[in-house]
């Protein structure tokens, strides 16, 4: 009976595999891939930050012209607001469009011309994305990971690079805009006006009702999502953010209630039944989207200002440990990814770190109760039906697609010729401090696989506030309570209150086995089935064991192995700018550099306390982007005290100037200026 099953297993992914390669026949013989020889990128002539670029350059990256676009502008399932809306919103006092270039490149996120793909000129990484019947905007993959350095007029496109976008600020000045645009009469006669005009809204009721709903939500993304420390450009605390989106959709009746009756939120005013009830009348045991906006404004209405900031601080987690886009080449032939490894690349790792990831850029979680039996019930017994707009079968083909994706090479006929002496000399050095966690790969082997070294942070000496918040934040389990998560050594049983890192693993887990809703019975179950077998059968990344100095995971402490972070091979790093997990030094010659201590004395080379950023512009002796002689965003690693500021700081792995220790626990001598430079240059020629 067991070899029978195995071979109609067989033969069901032999038929699957045959129908989707002839949908594939079927589909490249009517789509004309686009071949624009730039990518559909603009060129700006000089931006706030007195940038410019007259030709753009792409890379030898194993990505096509097409492959390019495909990337760009491919869905994921991200609901930021009524795409209508975004198309006509105007910038507060002023009749310019928000999406206007000038304005998105502020953010800096890659302005486009219209292309077959994406007709209406969006920036890369944002796109038309639909869910039942509406169109929204949303933001893809490429939005954070696709990078772009300036040298002597040349912009040079780093597909699967970091990028350098600041995405809390662009949505603080959203919401500017959403409510600048509800106040303003002539400027709300003229939003919807043209809004009418694209034809998808019937009355001027509808278009005010949605945006008092988009104004409202994307306001209340920004105060969940408050932290202390200042993000600015090429950072993001991703995973505080997901975290928080995922514990605003876990919330049900019984946590609204449990929250509210304690005594910490009264802040002086008692919270009467009454006004219990008030806030949590009409109310599923799991709210839909149009619920929580109404207990939203139950919850604004019924309790004052520091009762309301209590409340947030009881449900939510601060997201204050922003940390570099991380870049894409490479990723699937991880074992384990995420800056402190995370998540696990095997089965379905990738599947559901993606899912995850559209949870935090937006998409719509229609998590609702169900009678009966629900798809989740394949994975754990529910009756939460966990729908929502995230595409899981794109998801899996971008994952698919990353797969050809190589690091970029340094190119000499733009940044100037690797002095190969020098380099040669930097060769041994980088052997002996470096390669032990960092070993080499060839970028262009399609067999070639990346294990994750793990440093613990006690050892490496790096800012611990990303892989604390992974470690330590906890929140109210609501609807999944009383279920069980597997976190490695075991399954645990979710509480009341319970990790954020294991609420978000169930969750994700149980948006993948639910089909997508927008698709047709057949297609919707046949795109399932695929994509669950592929990442069970397909994915080459089998489970294996973390490498390297980590405190491993125990029945006690079942998230130790978090409190870590990785080290990978660096092919390509020169473009990956600033450095260090939380972007806190920005050139790879600073990274050499030891942070200055008290004693240390004064006319010694150190890492910058502050440094600009927002700047593409390159340079190409430190390797690294401008830091100085612009007004950008000022990183700083200490506040007006001297004080240092958590999740900032720029010290640790100082392995080349004698302060940490290797992996053996020898502390090598500090490198001369020479010894720095030749290490860089060959630094240059991974």
């Not at 490496?460 to 609501?478: C, I």
Request: hydrophobic letters at 35%; one cysteine or more; aromatic letters at 10%.
């Amino acid at each position: 009976m067991k070899q029978y099953l195995v071979s109609s297993e067989k033969r069901f992914l032999i038929f699957i595999s045959a129908l989707v390669f002839f949908i594939g026949i079927l589909s490249a013989c009517t789509l004309i891939p686009e071949t624009d020889p730039v990518r559909g990128a603009t060129t700006v002539k000089q931006d706030q930050f007195g940038d410019s670029y007259t030709t753009i350059k792409y890379l030898d990256q194993g990505w096509d012209n097409a492959d390019s676009l495909w990337f760009y502008t491919t869905t994921q399932g991200s609901n930021l607001m009524p795409y209508d809306f975004f198309m006509v919103l105007e910038q507060p006092k002023k009749q310019e469009l928000f999406r206007a270039d000038d304005n998105m490149n502020f953010y800096r996120y890659l302005p486009q011309k219209a292309t077959a793909t994406n007709p209406d000129a969006l920036p890369v990484g944002w796109v038309k994305d639909g869910y039942k019947g509406k169109e929204f905007i949303g933001l893809t993959c490429a939005a954070c990971h696709t990078g772009q350095v300036n040298y002597n007029g040349v912009g040079i496109r780093i597909d699967g690079g970091p990028a350098t976008a600041d995405m809390d600020s662009i949505m603080k000045d959203l919401a500017k805009a959403l409510y600048y645009t509800r106040r303003n009469e002539d400027v709300r006669n003229r939003f919807v006006k043209n809004v009418l005009a694209r034809g998808n809204y019937k009355t001027e009721k509808e278009v005010l009702d949605d945006l008092d709903v988009y104004k409202q939500r994307i306001a209340s993304y920004i105060t969940i999502n408050h932290s202390d420390v200042a993000y600015g450009y090429a950072r993001l605390d991703a995973f505080g953010r997901i975290y928080n989106r995922v514990l605003e959709h876990l919330v049900n009746e019984r946590v609204l209630r449990e929250l509210l009756r304690d005594g910490k939120l009264a802040d002086g005013k008692d919270i009467t039944e009454e006004d219990l009830d008030k806030i949590t009348q009409n109310v599923s045991r799991v709210m839909s989207g149009e619920e929580r906006d109404n207990v939203v404004n139950r919850l604004v209405e019924t309790l004052g200002w520091e009762q309301l900031g209590h409340f947030r601080k009881k449900l939510f987690n601060p997201p204050n440990a922003p940390v570099s886009y991380p870049f894409l080449w490479d990723i699937p032939q991880h074992d384990y990814v995420q800056w402190n490894g995370l998540v696990v690349n095997a089965g379905l790792g990738p599947v559901g770190r993606n899912t995850g990831e559209v949870i935090g850029v937006f998409g719509t979680l229609d998590w609702q109760e169900e009678k009966g039996t629900t798809l989740s019930t394949l994975i754990g017994k529910t009756d939460v039906n966990f729908t929502s707009s995230v595409n899981v079968h794109n998801l899996r083909k971008i994952e698919s697609h990353l797969w050809k994706l190589q690091s970029p090479e340094w190119p000499e006929e733009i940044l100037g010729a690797i002095d190969k002496q020098s380099a040669a000399r930097g060769r041994p050095l980088f052997n002996a401090y470096c390669a032990g966690c960092h070993t080499g790969i060839n970028r262009a082997d399609p067999e070639r696989r990346v294990v994750a070294k793990m440093s613990r942070i006690s050892d490496v000496g790096t800012d611990p506030a990303m892989a604390k918040n992974s470690t330590e934040y906890t929140g109210f389990s609501g609807i999944l309570r009383n279920w069980y998560v597997s976190v490695g050594v075991g399954d645990i049983l979710l509480d009341q209150e319970a990790p954020v890192a294991a609420l978000l693993t169930k969750a994700t887990l149980n948006v993948v086995a639910t089909p997508d809703p927008d698709k047709l019975f057949f297609q919707r179950w046949g795109d399932w089935i695929v994509d669950i077998a592929t990442a069970f059968f397909h994915n080459e990344i089998k489970p294996s064991i973390k490498h390297g100095n980590y405190d491993p995971d125990t029945t006690v402490n079942p998230l130790a192995s978090l409190n870590s972070y990785k080290a990978r091979p660096l092919n390509g790093i020169w473009a990956t700018a600033p450095y260090l997990h939380n972007g806190s030094v920005p050139t790879l010659y600073d990274l050499l550099l030891p942070k200055k201590r008290s004693g240390d004395p004064e006319d010694g080379e150190y890492r910058p306390e502050q440094f600009e950023v927002g700047s593409r512009e390159f340079d190409p002796v430190k390797v690294g982007l401008k830091s100085s002689g612009y007004k950008g965003f000022t990183f700083k690693t200490t506040d007006s005290d001297g004080e240092e500021i958590r999740g900032n700081s720029n010290a640790g792995h100082e392995y080349t100037s004698g302060k940490t220790a290797q992996l053996n626990g020898e502390i090598l001598k500090p490198l001369t200026k020479e010894q720095r430079l030749d290490l860089l240059e060959y630094l240059k020629t991974l």
